[in-house]
């Protein structure tokens, strides 16, 4: 099986600028969860999806968003892009839950400057 | 809310030496736990979690509900051992809950 992939790898904004990152997740898998890592605050949760559905939500302001489409494939969109958004975003998809194991994908860099 | 806590950053030890990573956490309920790690230019992968007992790569981690830990312990380290390690948790409650990381920990093992 196919891991799952992130598009784009990198990316380099400006402030005010927005993103959207696409993920695709493992075939058969229909929970798609999405997470911010930096240094400073580690693995951060911004939200899973489940059969185009917003199931969770961390605690992000709503400049970040996200989607799921029928296929399973999620994007995530950033607007407004500030310094602080500069992060590797990290995309995980499981079959029904994220009590179950998460598979990662390599995640997308964004710097933002 | 939920909290999982690695109370250090770095740790270093030599090949052969026995390893503990610590990891509390704070929860009212029965949550799932799980070890992630991350070698180098590595994906983010799951380790163990508690529910299966397993030993994985000669890893072994112990839910101790009274002290609210996962400590994560092998009794002779490897080289390859060196990794970033996340303990994560996710409460029992059905799908509609999700998985909280703590910050991690660096696993040095040196020659």
């Known amino acids: 099986k196919a891991g799952v992939t992130q598009t784009p790898r990198y990316l380099i904004k400006t402030r005010g600028q927005q993103v959207t990152l696409s993920c695709s997740p493992i075939s058969g898998h229909r929970s798609v969860s999405w997470y911010q890592q930096t240094p400073g605050q580690g693995l951060q949760f911004l939200f899973e999806y489940f059969s185009e559905t917003q199931r969770n939500k961390g605690n992000f302001p709503g400049r970040f968003s996200g989607r799921q489409f029928s296929n399973s494939r999620s994007e995530m969109n950033v607007s407004t892009l500030e310094l602080g958004d500069s992060a590797l975003y990290l995309c995980?998809?499981?079959?029904?839950?994220?009590?179950?194991?998460?598979?990662f994908g390599p995640g997308t860099r964004l710097l933002v400057l | 809310a939920q909290r999982v806590t690695q109370p250090e950053k770095l740790l270093s030890v030599f090949k052969g030496a026995p390893v503990e990573l610590k990891c509390n956490y704070s929860?009212?309920?029965?949550?799932?736990l799980f070890w992630y790690v991350q070698y180098s230019r590595q994906r983010l992968q799951l380790l163990l979690r508690?529910?299966s007992r397993e030993s994985i790569k000669g890893f072994t981690a112990d839910l101790n509900k009274g002290e609210t830990s996962f400590h994560l312990k092998k009794p002779f380290a490897q080289e390859e051992d060196s990794a970033m390690y996340y303990c994560?948790?996710?409460?029992?409650?059905?799908?509609?809950?999700?998985?909280?990381f703590g910050k991690g920990i660096t696993l040095s093992v040196r020659p």
């Open positions: 929860y009212s309920g029965s949550p799932e």
């Open positions: 995980a998809s499981s079959l029904l839950s994220s009590q179950e194991t998460q598979y």
């Open positions: 508690h529910i």
């Open positions: 994560a948790l996710s409460p029992n409650t059905g799908a509609n809950s999700k998985l909280t």
